[in-house]
């Protein structure tokens, strides 16, 4: 299937069209200084905006202390991993809660970037005013944008917009230097993104790509955010992916990971490799794979994580 066939194809089985943008009636709620001795401290902002008129959501904004409107930096958005922690979203990377392993939004801060941290819906902010929680409203939730016509992942693509939108609002921030990173969850949100989004310049994943074929044969349960009604018919996953070239994608894996069978992650890396080949941009698609190594972000694929983004944004 041609390409734009495919991304035709793909933006049906999403849920169609996106939405114009409302206003962001955007608003600074709470702000601390994180002071460091090494001279990479930062500004925590807790802020607020409007995803959709009647979708008003709060996120978490790192701004290195050395940047300013007069000097502003590049911006990345992070989108948090599920790991079945609903209570967790935009605090884990922010650095407030959770692994530290994942407190990735303070380390890119530390590295001189602008970060937004955002909640997915369902999870941490984006659960109040809901009866349901925890698995049981994101499987509502699931099914509500279903009968709808969409899916979970059509919102969740929306509402990573609206982050860019807002990230690059920001005086302090570089509009023209975006870009995106996740780990599990938050790995597929990049590849979901990153064809709707050409703001993003560089987008990294770490951790998850579970092609429907892998899903099928090892009989996975993954969560909504894969799962795209109607969409095994024109292709996989990879095809999606391979809709960002020819804008620059690292993705990381671990062999032993169960979530993303590593004979699959082969495949879908050759799918990848060719859409860009395709478009004569075979330097901006890496990929690490790293041996004896399961779901988790080891020093090794972090470290190829922030080369990729020195190489791209700064």
Same mark, same amino acid.
């Given at each position: 299937?041609?390409?734009?066939?495919?991304?035709?194809?793909?933006?049906?089985?999403?849920?169609?069209?996106?939405?114009?943008?409302?206003?962001?009636?955007?608003?600074?709620?709470?702000?601390?200084?994180?002071?460091?001795?090494?001279?990479? !401290?930062?500004?925590?902002?807790?802020?607020?905006?409007?995803?959709?008129?009647?979708?008003?959501?709060?996120?978490?904004?790192?701004?290195?202390?050395?940047?300013?409107?007069?000097?502003?930096?590049?911006?990345?958005?992070?989108?948090?991993?599920?790991?079945?922690?609903?209570?967790? !979203?935009?605090?884990?990377?922010?650095?407030?809660? !959770?692994?530290?392993?994942?407190?990735?939004?303070?380390?890119?801060?530390?590295?001189?970037?602008?970060?937004?941290?955002?909640?997915?819906?369902?999870?941490?902010?984006?659960?109040?005013?809901?009866?349901?929680?925890?698995?049981?409203?994101?499987?509502?939730?699931?099914?509500?944008?279903?009968?709808?016509?969409?899916?979970?992942?059509?919102?969740?693509?929306?509402?990573?917009?609206?982050?860019?939108?807002?990230?690059?609002?920001?005086?302090?921030?570089?509009?023209?230097?975006?870009?995106?990173?996740?780990?599990?969850?938050?790995?597929?949100?990049?590849?979901?993104?990153?064809?709707?989004?050409?703001?993003?310049?560089?987008?990294?994943?770490?951790?998850?790509?579970?092609?429907?074929?892998?899903?099928?044969?090892?009989?996975?349960?993954?969560?909504?955010?894969?799962?795209?009604?109607?969409?095994?018919?024109?292709?996989?996953?990879?095809?999606?992916?391979?809709?960002?070239?020819?804008?620059?994608?690292?993705?990381?894996? !671990?062999?032993?990971?169960?979530?993303?069978?590593?004979?699959?992650?082969?495949?879908?890396?050759?799918?990848?490799?060719?859409?860009?080949?395709?478009?004569?941009?075979?330097?901006?698609?890496?990929?690490?794979?790293?041996?004896?190594?399961?779901?988790?972000?080891?020093?090794?694929?972090?470290?190829?994580?922030?080369?990729?983004?020195?190489?791209?944004?700064?």
């Amino acid at each position: 299937m041609a390409v734009a066939d495919f991304r035709e194809r793909l933006l049906e089985c999403l849920g169609g069209p996106w939405p114009d943008p409302s206003p962001l009636n955007a608003k600074v709620l709470e702000t601390k200084v994180v002071e460091s001795t090494q001279g990479d !401290g930062y500004r925590l902002e807790k802020v607020e905006y409007d995803n959709e008129p009647d979708d008003r959501v709060a996120a978490l904004l790192l701004i290195p202390s050395s940047s300013s409107p007069a000097r502003p930096v590049p911006g990345i958005c992070i989108w948090h991993q599920h790991n079945g922690e609903w209570h967790l !979203g935009k605090s884990e990377p922010a650095g407030l809660a !959770g692994n530290p392993m994942h407190h990735t939004g303070v380390a890119l801060a530390r590295e001189g970037y602008a970060v937004l941290c955002i909640d997915a819906i369902g999870f941490e902010d984006r659960q109040r005013n809901y009866h349901l929680q925890a698995g049981n409203l994101e499987r509502f939730l699931f099914l509500k944008y279903v009968v709808a016509g969409k899916c979970m992942a059509w919102k969740n693509i929306l509402d990573m917009r609206r982050a860019v939108d807002y990230l690059s609002s920001r005086a302090e921030v570089r509009a023209d230097r975006l870009g995106c990173y996740g780990h599990s969850m938050g790995s597929t949100h990049t590849w979901l993104v990153g064809p709707w989004e050409p703001r993003l310049k560089a987008l990294a994943g770490n951790c998850c790509l579970p092609t429907y074929a892998g899903i099928h044969k090892h009989e996975l349960l993954h969560c909504f955010p894969n799962f795209v009604p109607g969409l095994n018919r024109y292709g996989d996953t990879p095809d999606i992916a391979a809709q960002i070239a020819p804008r620059a994608l690292h993705l990381n894996f !671990g062999d032993q990971d169960d979530g993303s069978p590593i004979e699959e992650v082969h495949r879908g890396v050759e799918t990848i490799q060719r859409a860009y080949q395709a478009q004569h941009a075979e330097n901006s698609f890496t990929w690490f794979i790293q041996e004896n190594t399961g779901h988790v972000l080891s020093p090794e694929m972090w470290e190829k994580t922030r080369t990729f983004f020195a190489r791209h944004l700064k």
